[in-house]
């Protein structure tokens, strides 16, 4: 976040690159031909695009997961039934390892929908210098938890936080104000938040529990589900 003061509620359109149909200066028009430079308006559209690109691809992975969780489960319970230990040992020890890498996405994907939001409402209200710390912060933060496993998502959101840190530097320039990385990164981690407690209640939604008669099972399942 961008720290407050007289100008941080400051709309977009206050900004000389906002709109290819905003009137300019003809140097300024001529500047920004030389140097290529796409609007700031388009610039977000653009990330908004590709953040749902991968937003889709998160929640793609999250049914993939689910079915296989569900395959898994039902091996589980069936060895447990014939009581076989070691074989539904091994089932719970994949369902937890599965179990873990979901979590991740499902957290992933439920942030990713909060920043686009975030953004949209910058589209429509521009309230540009307020938003785009902590929205580039949670990307960032995103990227770096979901690379271990899904690692193309996780480069193409390095990407996109490249591209929301320019515009965090652009808005700064404009405004004249220095970025503020205390309050972006506590809203930043708010954001974050919400999304974590979303998914533990979405996990225990989709994901059932395991039996725990003996062995591997005497935890409760919820130990399953990492935090």
């Given at each position: 976040?961008?720290?407050?003061?007289?100008?941080?509620?400051?709309?977009?359109?206050?900004?000389?690159?906002?709109?290819?149909?905003?009137?300019?200066?003809?140097?300024?028009?001529?500047?920004?031909?030389?140097?290529?430079?796409?609007?700031?308006?388009?610039?977000?559209?653009?990330?908004?695009?590709?953040?749902r690109v991968q937003q889709n691809r998160l929640e793609g992975a999250n049914l993939k997961t689910q079915q296989h969780d569900k395959s898994l489960f039902d091996k589980c319970v069936q060895a447990q039934m014939v009581k076989d230990t070691a074989r539904s040992t091994m089932y719970a020890n994949e369902i937890a390892e599965i179990r873990k890498m979901a979590k991740?996405?499902?957290?992933?994907?439920?942030?990713?929908?909060?920043?686009?939001?975030?953004?949209?409402?910058?589209?429509?209200?521009?309230?540009?210098?307020?938003?785009?710390?902590?929205?580039?912060?949670?990307?960032?933060?995103?990227?770096?938890?979901?690379?271990?496993?899904?690692?193309q998502v996780g480069y193409e959101l390095g990407e996109i936080s490249e591209a929301l840190n320019g515009v965090v530097m652009e808005v700064g320039e404009a405004t004249g104000q220095n970025y503020d990385f205390e309050a972006s990164g506590s809203e930043a981690q708010k954001i974050l938040s919400e999304a974590n407690t979303i998914a533990d209640t979405r996990m225990r939604e989709k994901f059932p529990e395991l039996p725990s008669p003996t062995g591997a099972f005497e935890r409760p399942a919820e130990s399953m589900i990492p935090k």
């Open positions: 976040m961008l720290s407050r003061g007289r100008n941080s509620n400051m709309s977009y359109k206050s900004l000389k690159n906002w709109d290819r149909g905003q009137r300019e200066p003809l140097l300024s028009k001529l500047t920004e031909r030389v140097h290529h430079q796409e609007p700031l308006k388009e610039r977000i559209s653009q990330c908004v695009y590709k953040l991740i996405t499902m957290r992933s994907e439920l942030a990713l929908e909060q920043v686009v939001l975030r953004l949209e409402t910058i589209q429509e209200f521009g309230d540009v210098a307020a938003t785009m710390g902590p929205i580039a912060g949670v990307v960032s933060a995103i990227k770096n938890q979901v690379q271990g496993v899904i690692p």
